[in-house]
């Protein structure tokens, strides 16, 4: 393993070195050949994810394979905040950023993985920070609840990078349903990461959805003290949430003067029928896209447009969009990304204009733009 080689400074010495000869243009394979290091494949995934990475600080012990399955920093502090208390078990602690967070709220963490290769680097990214609250284990989770207590119990099961569907009983390790059962045997106050595509119920949850930058990110369950609502959303940077009973009903309209798209958090969760108050007026096209004859903010608003016309007819719409001195259009809807590129080139084929302009497909055309975009 690689700390058994090096220690972490030695280790971030040698990334530092692979970084300096990428940024001098020097390619992987050369690297490997020059520096002649142990572990230099290792060392170079490492480099990689620190320069990929988007979510996390760039100083992380991590492979591009954890990079991708890494909790946001955002999504981690939120979470933390949510399981603050004295004993906390984490299972599925993969490289440590939620067992970083979970540090600062809790008195005392266990960190347990079944990957001994995760706990090495999970170890050394807390040493990084100077946390010393947190026991390590390289161990199967279910063991770590027959012979641990707490207050609260996470978890962040391993699952396959793609599947076609998501199975509660056979997508996850380890086993969800046996996890929930030896869990309750110290507390009811669980938390369980699921992928939010996921379609099973958990009656009895809560089930927050959390978006970053108004792009969907994490779906976490809560049992017990720690359930608040049957569904709740947040939104981050901003740190907004909204809770309550999913899918209730909303005022229908065509479109209005104004239209909002709606956070995918919020949609996910069935909560867009909240976002209305007496003062906006607000109504609804579809869950993720309201309509107003007035401009209204709101946090869990994606983005706001003003309408410009719609179009029964795709003839009616691409008049409109020249008429409107279009060049770019951005097009919204229920699209595949194989289509999406075909019809994006029909709305724009002839076009010479330099706005850009957005389509929102359905049994009607609705052309808008932006609101504050500069006119030219």
Known sequence: MLFDTYTQADADQHI???QDLWA????????????????????????KARQASEKTAKDY???????????????????AK????????????????????FAKTCKKVIAVDIDARKVAYAKANAAKRKITNVTFLAEDGLQTLKTHQ????????????????????????????????EAKKTTENIAIELPPQIQTDFPGWELEFTSVDHQLNRLTAYKGALAKAESSACVLPQGVCVSGMANKGFAESAPLQYLFEVDPAVIKAGLTWKLDQPEKNLFRITDALLTSMRDAESPFFKAR??????????ADAKAILKREKAGKVILHGSISNEQYWHERKKFEEGLAG???????????????????EQIR
């Open 150 to 181: 707490a207050d609260v119990i996470f978890c962040d099961p391993g699952r396959p990078a793609a599947e076609e569907v998501r199975d509660i009983e056979t997508s996850f390790s380890p086993h969800v349903p046996t996890l929930i059962k």
């Open 16 to 18: 530092r070195r692979i």
């Open 82 to 101: 949510r399981l603050a208390c004295n004993t906390l078990i984490e299972i599925g602690c993969g490289i440590g950023i939620q067992t970083i967070a």
């Open 24 to 47: 001098k243009g020097v390619f992987a394979e050369k690297i490997a050949e020059q520096l002649k290091i142990e572990h230099v494949d290792e060392l170079l995934s490492i480099a």
């Open 305 to 314: 447009y003003h309408v410009i016309t719609v179009a029964k007819k795709f």
């Open 61 to 79: 012990f991590m492979l591009e394979e954890d990079l991708r399955f890494a909790t946001n920093e955002l999504v981690a502090e939120h979470r």
């Open 354 to 372: 330099t706005r850009t302009l957005h389509v929102f497909l359905g049994n009607e055309l609705i052309v808008c733009r932006l609101l504050n």
